[in-house]
């Protein structure tokens, strides 16, 4: 049996020190190149956008503010904000200041039905009518031979058509209750849902099913939905600047950046409150959605996450077999990878989430702007370009 030496003599030790340093340092380098190659203009020069640099894009596309996250190696690379949260306040973006999530608080909403399910609460192929008691799908032909499940409503192919997303509401303005969003009563600014056809019959986007999955939710468990969402996904997976809270209180309120218009100017309300909380109503940061991210990605390699196991994280990303939608996330192949995503767009809000399903890769934008869906598109090309997404080998920062 070879003996390890009982001692490391202070010459080595001061190497190791040194070595360690070096490396520490070096990967700093490394990061530093990477960003600096993502703000400059690009090379080589495809034309349209590549000769602006990053604040020249938010001057071009009138976006007051971003914030930017990027996962490498299933671990949040670095994450940086750029421009202001609030031009009347001249108040600027860091990495903790919180952004409507918009659209994406759909897929953390399922993360939290994946995970009662993993639980034993329900299947997420159970008829909801054996689950909802304040409200109930409307019983036709259509749900005669296949019920609306949490699988179809979280996929959007449970038939439901109301394919609209939702306004949001002055925070001065009263609220309706999420069974008034269902049957559309004063005060509800949205119409009813109504069911079309028959689940999996086809698939449309619809923010209604997404409210009948809150309030399958609440139903079950019989907790408020924001403390549900902290205590099933967000504490766990530490997203700490995040809450689905509406409107958001505490700290986390003083650090919410401002919604914009489409030129950049303050809009007439700080921002909109949404009582649609699953749909619409997740206050976050692009540190706190890439965890989530990373939890996807985590638990698919497996053996397990911190919420979900390998075989429910799967759940998440298994399309249905109609239109592009698992249980919450949208599955699609860019070039030769395969991504799970989703996008987001509140009263002046935009942002997106993309990641890779097996490689550990991916990005999280948010912006405080009506135009920052053009600039998330620039950021996420120049990303995927500089780390060499789908590429065999990683490229070497310059």
Not at 290 to 297: C, D, G, L, S, Y
């Amino acid at each position: 049996m070879t003996r390890l030496p009982r001692f490391v003599p202070r010459t080595a030790i001061v190497l190791l020190a040194a070595s360690g340093a070096w490396s520490a340092a070096s990967a700093q380098d490394d990061t530093a190149r990477l960003i600096a190659t993502i703000e400059a203009p690009q090379s080589p020069n495809r034309q349209g956008f590549d000769p602006l640099t990053l604040e020249q894009l938010m001057t071009r596309f009138r976006v007051p503010g971003v914030s930017i996250a990027v996962i490498q190696d299933f671990k949040i690379h670095w994450a940086k904000g750029y421009g202001l949260a609030d031009v009347e306040a001249n108040r600027p973006v860091d990495p903790n200041t919180a952004f409507q999530a918009a659209s994406i608080s759909k897929p953390v909403t399922a993360m939290a039905a994946v995970r009662l399910a993993q639980e034993g609460r329900f299947a997420l192929d159970e008829d909801v009518n054996r689950l909802l008691k304040s409200w109930k799908v409307p019983e036709s032909d259509l749900t005669r031979t296949q019920p609306v499940t949490l699988r179809s409503l979280l996929s959007h192919t449970s038939g439901s058509d109301d394919g609209f997303g939702f306004p949001g509401y002055d925070p001065t303005s009263p609220r309706p209750t999420v069974v008034q969003l269902l049957k559309a009563e004063v005060p509800s600014n949205v119409g009813a849902v109504k069911f079309a056809r028959p689940p999996y019959a086809g698939q449309k986007y619809s923010g209604g099913g997404t409210e009948i999955v809150q309030l399958v939710l609440a139903d079950v468990t019989g907790v408020p939905f924001a403390d549900l969402m902290k205590d099933k996904v967000l504490d766990p997976l530490g997203m700490v600047w995040s809450s689905f809270e509406q409107p958001p209180t505490g700290a986390l309120a003083e650090r919410t950046a401002r919604a914009h218009n489409g030129a950049g100017r303050p809009m007439n309300a700080k921002w909109h409150v949404y009582p649609e909380q699953a749909a619409a109503g997740l206050w976050t940061t692009p540190s706190d959605l890439a965890r989530f991210a990373i939890e996807v990605q985590t638990a698919i390699r497996g053996p397990a996450g911190r919420v979900l196991s390998q075989a429910s994280a799967r759940e998440m990303i298994a399309p249905t077999g109609v239109g592009p939608f698992a249980v919450g996330l949208v599955i699609e192949r860019r070039g030769e990878g395969w991504y799970f995503s989703h996008g987001g767009s509140n009263w002046g809000f935009q942002c997106n989430l993309v990641a890779h399903v097996r490689k550990g890769y991916g990005l999280v934008v948010m912006t405080n702007g009506d135009n920052g869906g053009q600039l998330i598109r620039e950021i996420e090309a120049r990303v995927a370009a500089a780390y060499g997404w789908d590429t065999l080998d990683k490229p070497i920062p310059r």
